[in-house]
């Protein structure tokens, strides 16, 4: 069975620091780009951050550049996103996200909550 499963959300105060994991199972990461997307209440979702598997090439959304990481380990089949100095507006319901024929692959999404 295909599936991710994200976890290490929760609350932290403004400037903290969170490292989400997103594990995948039925598949390998190695073969895809993955991606992580949040989506705040009100609002549409939005695309954080990428990685592309086979090269290493990364993007990061301007609201995020130099403050979150996104990186991948084929030893545990995990992509990660290392979040720092968190922002109120950094909160949000935060999906990985990998995409695959015939339908892309999301996760259930997880919750990262920053308050002031």
């Known amino acids: 069975e295909v599936q991710l499963e994200e976890s290490g959300g929760g609350l932290v105060q403004a400037g903290g620091s969170l490292r989400l994991s997103c594990a995948a199972s039925?598949?390998?990461?190695?073969?895809?780009?993955i991606g992580w997307f949040r989506q705040a209440p009100g609002k549409e979702r939005e695309g954080v951050s990428c990685i592309s598997s086979d090269d290493g090439r990364t993007y990061y959304a301007d609201s995020v550049k130099g403050r979150f990481t996104i990186s991948f380990d084929t030893t545990k089949n995990t992509v990660y996103l290392q979040m720092n100095s968190l922002k109120p507006e950094d909160t949000a319901v935060y999906f990985c996200?990998?995409?695959?024929?015939?339908?892309?692959?999301w996760g259930q999404g997880i919750q990262v909550t920053v308050s002031s």
């Open positions: 039925g598949f390998i990461f190695d073969d895809y780009a």
């Open positions: 996200k990998v995409a695959m024929s015939p339908s892309d692959v």
